[in-house]
C-alpha cells in the first residue's frame, strides 16, 4: 500500500469549532462485508413504489465472459449501466484493508464515496488501524493528527487502487473522495484552507476533495475549483441550493485562468433517500389519503428535476465557452441511495435515476441489490411530467421545499460532526491508554 508523509495538526477554522471472489461455473459470487436477506425489485417504468420479496444470500453475478486474450471478464449490471447507459456506479463505503475493494472494482465499481461516519464507523469498529495509530501516539502526534493521517492513507491507497479507472477514461471517472472537517461547514475561509491542505497531502490526481454545499461554503466551491482543485459538492437536498453549486462550479472554472480546465472536474452529491425520511414524515402528520398517497415518492421526484436543472445549466453560450478550455460537465451523484424504509424497494434510489453523465454511489445492501436484480435502462427523464406532478402536488398540500432543504441540510452537518466528533474522543481515550500502558 502506499505510504503518506508525517503531518501536522491543520488548524483551519477562524473559529474554535472549526471479499473475496469465489468463482463457480456459470456465476460468479462476491460476498460483502455485510448481508442483506431480503431483496426487493422495483418498477423502472414508473415512480409508484412495487415490492417483491426475494431471498438472497450472496452478491450474484451474470455468467462471465472471455475478453480477447482468454480471460474471464465478470460481467455485472454494474458494467451495463456504465457501458449501456453512462452512469458511473460507484461505492459509499471505505475501510482497512482497502485490498476489499478489489472484488468491487472487478464487479464494475468505478470510483468511491467517504465521509466522517464513514470513518467513525470503520477507525472504532476495527483493529487494522490501531498499529499506524500506536505509532503516531509514540511520535507525539495529537489525536486530530493521528485521525487525519489515517484518514489520508486510506485515501491514498484506494486511490492507487482506482488510478487504473482514472487513466483509462482521462480522468472523467476513477475517483476516491475524502471530506473537510465537519466542523468547518459554516466556515468559507476554513473549507478553502482545509480543501488545500488536504489536497496537496493526499497528493493524488484522482481525490476528489468533499465540500459541503451550505451557503458559506458555496463560495468555498467557486475559490477552490479555480484553484484547480477537483470538487465533491456535498449535501445537497434542495433544487435551489444545487443551481448554486452549478454556479459556483461554473464561475471556479471562469476564475481559474487556466488555458486547459480538462483536469479540475467535479461532482454534485444530489441526497435522495434523506428526503423521503423526513417528507413522509411530514405526510403521515397532515394524514389525509392524498397526502398519505405520496408517500416514498417525494425524493426521486425532486432528482428527476434536478436532471432537468442540470441539462439546462450544461448547455447554452457560456458553458460552450468552457467546452472550449477543455471544461467537463460537474456530473450529477446520486447519494444516500440506501433505502432506510423497509417497506420500499430495495433498489428504489437506483432504478428510477439511471441516466448519462451522472453517478450513482451505494452502500453495501443497495449495491448488492442492484446487482441481483436491478434493471439497466434510462429512467431519469422517462417520466418527467409525473415528477412535476409530484412535487407540485407536495407543495400544494403544504409540503416547503426550502424548508425540507435547510432542515436536512442541518441535520446532514450535524450528523457527521457528531461522528466525527465522536471518534476523536474514542481516539483520545485509546492514545490515553496506550500512554499508562507505556509508563
Known amino acids: 500500500m502506499a505510504s503518506i508523509s508525517r503531518v501536522s495538526n491543520p488548524n483551519f477554522s477562524s473559529s474554535s469549532s472549526s471479499h473475496k471472489i469465489r468463482s463457480t461455473e456459470p456465476k460468479v459470487s462476491v460476498n460483502f462485508p455485510t448481508r442483506s436477506s431480503i431483496l426487493k425489485g422495483i418498477s423502472t417504468s414508473k415512480l409508484s413504489i412495487r415490492i417483491n420479496h426475494v431471498k438472497r444470500s450472496s452478491f450474484i453475478v451474470r455468467c462471465s465472459q472471455i475478453d480477447g486474450n482468454g480471460a474471464q471478464t465478470k460481467r455485472t449490471t454494474l458494467h451495463d449501466l456504465y457501458e449501456q447507459q453512462g452512469q458511473s456506479p460507484w461505492y459509499d463505503n471505505l475501510c482497512r484493508p482497502v485490498t476489499d475493494l478489489l472484488p468491487l472494482i472487478a464487479s464494475g465499481v468505478r470510483g468511491v464515496t467517504s465521509n466522517p461516519t464513514i470513518f467513525q464507523r470503520a477507525i472504532s469498529s476495527s483493529n487494522a488501524y490501531d498499529e499506524q495509530f500506536r505509532q503516531l501516539v509514540e511520535m507525539g502526534k495529537d489525536t486530530e493528527s493521528a485521525y487525519w493521517e489515517l484518514v489520508i492513507k486510506d485515501i491514498q491507497d484506494a486511490c492507487k487502487l482506482f488510478e487504473p479507472i482514472y487513466d483509462q477514461t482521462d480522468g472523467a471517472d476513477g475517483y476516491v473522495s475524502v471530506e473537510v472537517s465537519p466542523r468547518l461547514a459554516l466556515d468559507t475561509e476554513g473549507t478553502i484552507e482545509a480543501a488545500k491542505w488536504l489536497h496537496k497531502l493526499v497528493n493524488r490526481p484522482n481525490v476528489y476533495i468533499k465540500i459541503p ?227
Open 213 to 439: 454545499a451550505t451557503a458559506e461554503c458555496i463560495p468555498s466551491v467557486k475559490e477552490v475549483i479555480s484553484l484547480g482543485i477537483s470538487v465533491n459538492v456535498t449535501l445537497i437536498f434542495s433544487l435551489p441550493r444545487y443551481e448554486a453549486v452549478i454556479d459556483a462550479y461554473l464561475d471556479g472554472l471562469e476564475a481559474s485562468g487556466l488555458s486547459d480546465l480538462s483536469r479540475v472536474t467535479s461532482v454534485a452529491s444530489f441526497f435522495v433517500s434523506r428526503v423521503d425520511t423526513l417528507i413522509d414524515k411530514m405526510l403521515e402528520k397532515i394524514g389525509t389519503p392524498e397526502a398519505l398517497d405520496l408517500r416514498g415518492k417525494a425524493a426521486v421526484a425532486q432528482a428527476a428535476l434536478a436532471y432537468k436543472l442540470y441539462q439546462k445549466k450544461f448547455s447554452g453560450p457560456r458553458w460552450e465557452a468552457l467546452v472550449k478550455k477543455g471544461a467537463k460537465k460537474q456530473r450529477l451523484l446520486w447519494a444516500s441511495t440506501g433505502v432506510k424504509n423497509p417497506a420500499y424497494s430495495d433498489t428504489l434510489y437506483i432504478a428510477p435515476l439511471v441516466g448519462p453523465d451522472t453517478v450513482s454511489t451505494m452502500p453495501d445492501n443497495a449495491l448488492q441489490a442492484f446487482v441481483d436484480h436491478g434493471v439497466v435502462s434510462r429512467t431519469i427523464d422517462s417520466n418527467l411530467s409525473e415528477a412535476e406532478g409530484i412535487y407540485s402536488a407536495l407543495e400544494k398540500i403544504g409540503i416547503d421545499w426550502n424548508e425540507v432543504g435547510s432542515l436536512l441540510e442541518l441535520e446532514g452537518v450535524e450528523s457527521f460532526k457528531k461522528s466525527f466528533d465522536s471518534l476523536l474522543v474514542s481516539l483520545q481515550e485509546k492514545a490515553d491508554s496506550l500512554k499508562l500502558v507505556s509508563l
